[in-house]
């Protein structure tokens, strides 16, 4: 077994994350060792490197929270999975399992959760631990470096459009056309919605158009408000992956009467709601952090498939303050993918019965 490994650490907020040499961690009871394959860079990993939120994370840490690989040693207790597993480490690092939210498929409202990269080690590693009960199943066969991202960006964004209450057959408008966004657009056709994507970059909306957007407003140049309203009569349902007040005052005016808006992006700005437009228009405006377990099994089994891929970038652990850059500029169309090396398909241990049903 390897001793030592690299990893990625921020050790003040806002300032180059250093790659460091750190021992290889050992699984504690309930907790498994993988050997990282693949880690998507989610805009989150930024906001907690440069210490944008309220609740900040203590330093140092590794950030990282779109991380699959394989199963390399299991602590005290663990049946499930085994060495040889193909799994997927996300945001929901832990949960207690009993409280009312936990009990009623709601544990990433858990009081007592923890988060990968952000209160636990995360996912920018050779290796990481993760909690037996809360790692994600991949899909045999999944493609390892483009499944990644479904474990932040593709729940979130699936989970975020199931809340708009949105209909086959209805309006949703996506505003940010970025890692979280172009997957939204993706799901969003899946779904059977008619789609308008919003972004302020007109290459981005290009690309929102190719997959998928019928109508494409750059927020810049137009109300994106204004134009929704004259062209379908608002939105039936909004999603709003980027993370300013203004994205946020936009999509709010590009609602239809009894619409939804659902609030992904994590900006810390605060959103002045008309009182009286809301009530009169019996508008809902809701919060939404990425999803359950179950919900993951779902938006992870459409990528299997093959019905949604993350338009991938690949880079190495070592780029990672260069990723971040590109991030903070916004300009690449798509997700930052690190890429460890290895196996490019999931697998599993043999065994019988299988992990699960699609193995
Ligand atoms: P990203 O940087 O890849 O994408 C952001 C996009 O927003 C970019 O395309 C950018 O051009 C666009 N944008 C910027 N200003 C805009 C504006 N005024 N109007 C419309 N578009 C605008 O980031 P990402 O990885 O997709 O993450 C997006 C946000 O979602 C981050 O704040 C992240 O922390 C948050 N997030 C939330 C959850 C959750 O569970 N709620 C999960 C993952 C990420
Ligand atoms: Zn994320
Ligand atoms: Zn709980």
């Known amino acids: ?11 003040a907020f806002g300032a180059p994350l250093v790659i460091v040499e750190l021992p290889v961690p050992e699984p504690g009871p309930g907790q498994v060792l993988v050997k990282i394959r693949a880690s998507g860079v989610c805009h989150t990993d930024l906001h907690a490197a440069d210490g944008d939120w ?7 840490i590794i950030p990282g929270h779109e991380g699959v690989g394989f199963v390399v040693a299991v602590g005290e207790g663990v049946d499930n999975p085994r060495v040889g597993d193909c799994v997927g480490i996300a945001w929901l690092h832990s949960a207690c399992g009993e409280c009312d939210y936990c009990a009623n498929g709601w544990e990433t409202l858990c009081k007592c959760q923890t988060n990968t990269g952000y209160t ?21 066969g999944s493609e390892l470096v483009s499944v990644a991202p479904i474990l932040c960006a593709g729940v979130t ?18 505003s940010g056309i970025g890692g979280l966004g172009h997957m939204a657009i993706q799901y969003a056709k899946l779904m059977g919605f008619k789609i308008a994507a919003v972004d302020v970059d007109d290459e981005k909306l290009a690309f929102a158009s190719e997959l998928g957007a019928t109508i494409a407003i750059n927020a810049r140049s137009e109300d994106p408000g204004e134009v929704l309203q004259k062209r379908v009569g ?13 994205a946020y005052e936009q999509a709010y005016r590009m609602l239809r009467p009894g619409g939804t808006m659902t609030m992904i992006g994590l900006g810390s700005g605060a959103l002045a709601v008309p009182i009286y437009d809301t ?54 169309e798509g997700r930052f993918v690190l890429d460890f090396g290895g196996p490019d398909y999931a697998s599993h241990a043999d065994r019988d019965p299988p992990l699960h049903a699609w193995a």
């Open 54 to 60: 309220p609740v900040k994370p203590r330093l140092p």
């Open 1 to 11: 077994m390897v001793e030592m490994m690299k990893a990625a650490v921020v050790h």
């Open 279 to 332: 009530v009169i228009n019996a508008i809902t405006i809701r919060g939404s952090v990425v999803g359950s377990r179950r919900i993951m099994r779902e938006a992870m089994e459409f990528a299997a498939h093959g019905k949604i891929k993350a338009a991938i970038h690949a880079a190495r652990l070592e780029d990672i303050n260069a990723v971040f850059d590109r991030l903070r500029r916004g300009d690449f």
């Open 120 to 140: 636990q080690s995360g996912t920018f590693a050779e290796y990481t631990l993760a909690d037996a009960d809360y790692v994600v199943p991949i899909p045999d």
């Open 157 to 174: 964004v699936y989970n975020g459009l199931k809340r708009t209450d949105a209909r086959k057959g209805e309006w949703v408008a996506i």
């Open 234 to 246: 608002g939105v039936h349902g909004v999603l709003v992956t980027a993370s300013s007040v203004r």
